[in-house]
């Protein structure tokens, strides 16, 4: 890689780390670490979101989902998961959008391989 694009990743990951997002996730998260019941609660529902959005649609049974929108109810009720859980979203929503801009300088040709990595063309 070059010194330039190693300098310019350098700053992103600087800019990131001091980033308003970044900060509130940590801070956020601290206070869910130190709550073991609320920290196993979130990642259980954190788990079950990924194996369901991850699977074929045919696959998801309704009581999944209910079980799914149950666990979701239960989290926002608790003003710490729900605010970990929103922390988290905004950090991944940024990483998308520097991934997606990313992608945009170097149309990278994965024809043939759509399959295989889950993704559509």
Do not use: T, W
Request: charged share 35%; with cysteine; glycine share 2%.
């Amino acid at each position: 890689m070059s010194e330039d694009v190693n300098i310019s990743l350098r700053e992103l990951l600087q800019a990131l780390a001091v980033s308003p997002e970044v900060k509130r996730y940590e801070q956020v998260r601290s206070i869910l670490d130190e709550r073991e019941d609320a920290r196993r609660v979130v990642d259980d529902y954190r788990r079950n979101v990924y194996r369901i959005q991850n699977c074929p649609d045919s696959s998801v049974h309704l009581d999944e989902l209910n079980a799914l929108l149950a666990q979701r109810d239960q989290i926002r009720r608790d003003p710490d998961m729900r605010e970990y859980l929103e922390a988290e979203l905004e950090v991944c929503r940024i990483f998308q959008h520097i991934c997606s801009d990313v992608m945009k300088v170097a149309d990278v040709d994965i024809s043939g391989f759509e399959e295989s990595i889950g993704a559509d063309e």
